[in-house]
């Protein structure tokens, strides 16, 4: 079925070097994008969303590429601080027949040590 | 939390019994989202409603019942029904439709049954 993807489960980098986690996705109708940072026993928190009709998108030490060719997006964080380390979600918007949903990722964990 | 309350922050039941997880948000938004989150696993849909008064079936909606009486508040029922119901609950609430607007979310409810 259509799902969101991640290519690798952990990710553990150096302070100070960039990350960047990647997703695929399969529904070349996505249109909605967003990427959420979620700490150990807490809710997710979003970091940064971009629509189809863009293909980068920069916030605070984040940015946000999207290749619609390939379906695939990735989040950089420059400076990666430990302050970082959490689980990285991907999602995509779902058109259905009832409204419209998010499709989740199972989740990157970015692990940054000192 | 984006002014999004679940309550309790733990919840511990046992086995044929069904409990009732409670989530308000005080963000005037008319969408309303609950998802289950396994260990290790991405976020999974339940319910969404995105008007009092109406709610539709996510990905994973059997064992489950929803409410939504009121926009502030959508509240969540686990059945007995649901076969495995341990897990970490999130709400979430968004200003609209989910493909259009950003999610934000509770800090979530872990139910564990015995």
């Known amino acids: 079925g259509e799902s969101v993807g991640l290519h690798l489960p952990t990710l553990s980098v150096q302070e100070g070097d960039n990350s960047i986690i990647n997703c695929a996705y399969s529904n070349s109708a996505s249109d909605y994008f967003i990427w959420y940072k979620q700490e150990s026993g807490k809710g997710p928190q979003f970091i940064i969303d971009i629509r189809s009709n863009m293909d980068k998108r920069q916030g605070q030490r984040v940015t946000v590429l999207l290749n619609k060719t390939v379906k695939h997006l990735s989040l950089q964080i420059a400076a990666t601080q430990p302050g970082d380390s959490a689980v990285y979600f991907c999602a995509e918007n779902r058109a259905n027949q009832a409204g419209t949903a998010l499709i989740f990722g199972k989740g990157t964990t970015l692990s940054v040590s000192s | 939390d984006g002014g999004i309350t679940q309550s309790p922050k733990y919840l511990f039941r046992k086995e044929g019994q069904n409990v009732t997880l409670s989530c308000e948000q005080n963000l005037n938004h008319d969408a309303m989202y609950w998802y289950r989150q396994d260990p290790g696993q991405g976020l999974r849909l339940i319910y969404y409603?995105?008007?009092?008064?109406?709610?539709q079936k996510g990905d994973i909606a059997e064992g489950y019942s929803v409410s939504r009486e009121k926009k502030e508040s959508f509240p969540l029922t686990v059945t007995s029904a649901q076969k495995n119901p341990t897990a970490f609950y999130l709400c979430?609430?968004?200003?609209?439709?989910?493909?259009?607007?950003?999610?934000?979310f509770g800090p979530g409810t872990r139910l564990t049954v015995t």
């Open positions: 409603s995105q008007i009092v008064n109406d709610f």
């Open positions: 979430a609430s968004s200003m609209g439709l989910a493909g259009t607007y950003e999610q934000y």
